[in-house]
């Protein structure tokens, strides 16, 4: 729906630096969202204002100063590092006579280079639309009102109402689409739920090295680059840890700040992901100077998505960029693993992080006692494949009696129907309660 950036494309960038509770600009970071989107960055313009211009955003002396800047450059397109409004858009258009982009825009157009999944391809239209709508105007007022012939005479329709009904039906139809690849998402969550897989999600922001630490903990070849906005289309793989069944990991987009509400919305169901997740690995870039701020802004976004209650282990990668800094495991007064300190690019210290995710995943577990009858062998055997069997005893009249750690939902799949069994005494000798006597086992345990 935008008009594409072309390869070598000459580009202003402007960064405005607006006085607290606004966020802080980051230039060298909006430099790279500009090289990301495609273009080539000929000059810069630095504002400071304690609030915007509602004409220009950054006032009218800084305005005219841009204008003799497009001018001397020659450049083909204004990049605001800010979000601009529709007026504020359109009168710098009149005013430097080029195209004015604001930041939203620009992470609109490289999500849309980097879409390859047709889920993701959707969401970017929905969001790129949601944009577009607010920023329609009169650009066809020299066709005036369309014309009716014989018992179609009136007012007409103006173009501008035309564009946002067929918008609004392209937005109707796109949301269908959506919510269809949303409820089969949430088969394969209940499908992983009945198998009782634990599921981590990486989380960060763009650029912590989320795709290549990916690669490293499951063996897989995704893509991964030193680039914003890599990776934009979600992946799940299998992973292994100490003492678990295969943890499913998953891959997400990469957040930023000031992340447009319209993207948020429309990769509402890919981030989902995040939100039904067992653990969630926030990523955080150890060798940028700004890391409090950025960890503070992922903290943000989970809180938008609902997230927020969800477990999180801290990850810091790249130590192999901090010469002071070695992999270790950081606990908090309990003991319970809260931050690893790895380097995904070497492999430092990734041994370190499986162990605290297994760490992590245990601490979710219920100890139980468990007598099973001599027909329940197979499930016994699955016990043992899962590693839950921490001791057992053979019963006088047949059978065993298992000390066992699983999850709540691994109880309720392989013991469907029957209350939890009170924590395991401390004295062993202690009699089995009846309630968590298995005689049926499960065929599909």
């Known amino acids: 729906m935008f008009d594409r950036h072309q390869g070598g494309e000459r580009a202003v960038l402007v960064n405005v630096a607006l006085a607290p509770p606004a966020s802080p600009g980051d230039p060298a970071e909006f430099a790279e969202l500009a090289g990301s989107a495609g273009v080539r960055c000929v000059g810069t313009l630095s504002a400071r204002r304690d609030r915007p211009d509602p004409r220009h955003y950054i006032g009218d002396g800084k305005a005219e100063e841009l204008k003799a800047l497009v001018a001397e450059l020659e450049a083909d397109v204004v990049l605001f590092d800010r979000t601009l409004s529709p007026a504020q858009e359109r009168n710098l258009e009149r005013l430097v006579g080029c195209r004015v982009i604001d930041r939203t825009g620009v992470i609109l157009d490289i999500f849309a280079q980097r ?11 929905m969001a790129q639309l949601r944009h577009l709508s607010t920023r329609l105007v009169r650009g066809w007022t020299h066709l005036e009102r369309q014309r009716g012939g014989i018992g179609l005479r009136g007012p007409g329709e103006t173009q501008l109402e035309t564009d ?33 897989l634990n599921t981590a999600a990486l989380v960060g922001y763009t650029n912590a090295g989320k795709s290549t630490l990916f690669n490293r903990l499951t063996s897989s070849e995704t893509y991964a680059a030193d680039q914003l906005f890599a990776t934009l289309d979600t992946t799940l793989r299998r992973m292994q840890v100490p003492g678990e069944h295969p943890v499913l990991l998953s891959d997400t987009v990469g957040f930023i700040r000031d992340l447009p509400p319209d993207l948020v919305a429309a990769f509402h169901a890919t981030l989902d992901e995040t939100k039904d997740a067992t653990l969630l690995l926030h990523v955080i870039d150890a ?19 609902g997230a927020r209650e969800t477990p ?12 002071d800094i070695a992999p270790r495991i950081e606990r908090d007064e309990h003991g319970t693993p809260v931050a690893v300190w790895v380097s995904a690019q070497t492999g430092e210290g990734l ?47 047949g059978g065993w009696q298992l000390d066992v750690t699983l999850s709540p939902s691994r109880w309720a799949r392989l013991f469907p129907g029957r209350p939890l069994p009170p924590p395991m005494p401390d004295d062993e000798s202690a009699p089995q309660p009846a309630s968590a006597t298995m005689s049926e086992p499960r065929a599909d345990a």
């Open 351 to 397: 041994d370190l992080l499986r162990a605290a995710i297994a760490e992590r995943l245990d601490l979710e577990k219920l100890a139980r006692r468990v007598a099973l009858a001599p027909a329940d062998g197979r499930l016994r055997a699955q016990l043992y494949e899962m590693g839950a069997v921490l001791h057992e005893k053979p019963l006088d009249e």
């Open 115 to 125: 879409a390859r999944s047709f889920e993701g391809q959707l969401q970017v239209e």
């Open 312 to 323: 999180v282990l801290e990850v810091y990668n790249k130590i192999d960029r901090c010469p």
């Open 287 to 305: 060798s940028t100077e700004d890391m409090a701020a950025k960890r503070e802004e992922v903290i943000a976004v989970l809180e938008r998505i």
């Open 164 to 196: 946002r009904r067929l918008i609004g039906h392209r937005i109707k139809q796109l949301n269908e689409k959506l919510d269809r690849l949303r409820r089969q998402r949430q088969q394969s969550v209940r499908a992983r739920r009945r198998a009782s």
